[in-house]
């Protein structure tokens, strides 16, 4: 492993899944900066327009970062998305659910401007099961999430930069749907 890298991480408020990635990151000897967001729209806080670093890290925070914040990481800025590469955005358990949908899964990306548009990382997929409802679905989403999450931060953590270039070559799986 070479020096610390610096990373910037956003996570939720409340969340024991955002506490337990920001372990891992930190027990991996990542130098390490935090954001917690409670709710949507609230305003990023006025120190992190200053952030320079290496990484930005975004798991289940509410917070869409504006460019010059996504360009204040060096490395890369990685999000990880509650939803499959057809499902952009907010609320698409719901809609996978509602549409009958036979699969489901977490999407790790670039973060980029327009939200949930950055070239995919990984996408991981998994059943959804006939008897599934919007808690159980949530519940798995979020286990798979973190488990990504461990997977890829301690990827980078161990090779930089490379590791992501690599997973980024092999990676098939492009942004569709709304």
């Known amino acids: 492993m070479t020096g610390a890298p610096n990373?910037?991480?956003?996570?939720?408020?409340?969340?024991?899944?955002?506490?337990?990635?920001?372990t891992h990151i930190q027990a991996l000897g990542f130098q390490v900066e935090v954001v917690i967001s409670s709710t949507s729209g609230e305003p990023?806080?006025?120190?992190?327009?200053?952030?320079?670093?290496?990484?930005?890290?975004?798991?289940?925070?509410?917070?869409?970062?504006?460019?010059?914040?996504?360009?204040?990481?060096?490395?890369?800025?990685i999000?990880?998305?509650?939803?499959?590469?057809?499902?952009?955005?907010r609320g698409c358990l719901n809609f996978a659910l509602y549409e009958g949908a036979k699969e489901y899964g977490v999407t790790t990306h670039i973060i980029e401007a327009e939200v949930d548009s950055g070239p995919i990382i990984r996408c991981?997929?998994?059943?959804?099961?006939?008897g599934d409802d919007v808690d159980s679905l949530l519940q798995r989403?979020?286990?798979?999430?973190?488990?990504?999450?461990?997977?890829?931060?301690s990827g980078i953590r161990c090779a930089g930069r490379a590791y992501v270039d690599e997973l980024l070559q092999t990676c098939d799986v492009t942004w569709s749907g709304p």
């Open 7 to 22: 990373v910037l991480f956003f996570g939720r408020a409340g969340c024991f899944r955002s506490d337990a990635a920001l």
């Open 44 to 77: 990023l806080p006025a120190w992190v327009y200053q952030w320079c670093g290496d990484w930005i890290f975004c798991f289940r925070s509410y917070y869409i970062l504006p460019d010059s914040v996504i360009a204040s990481a060096k490395t890369g800025a």
């Open 79 to 89: 999000n990880f998305h509650p939803g499959p590469s057809n499902a952009r955005g």
């Open 124 to 130: 991981d997929l998994f059943p959804i099961f006939p």
């Open 141 to 153: 989403t979020h286990h798979q999430l973190l488990s990504s999450f461990y997977d890829i931060v």
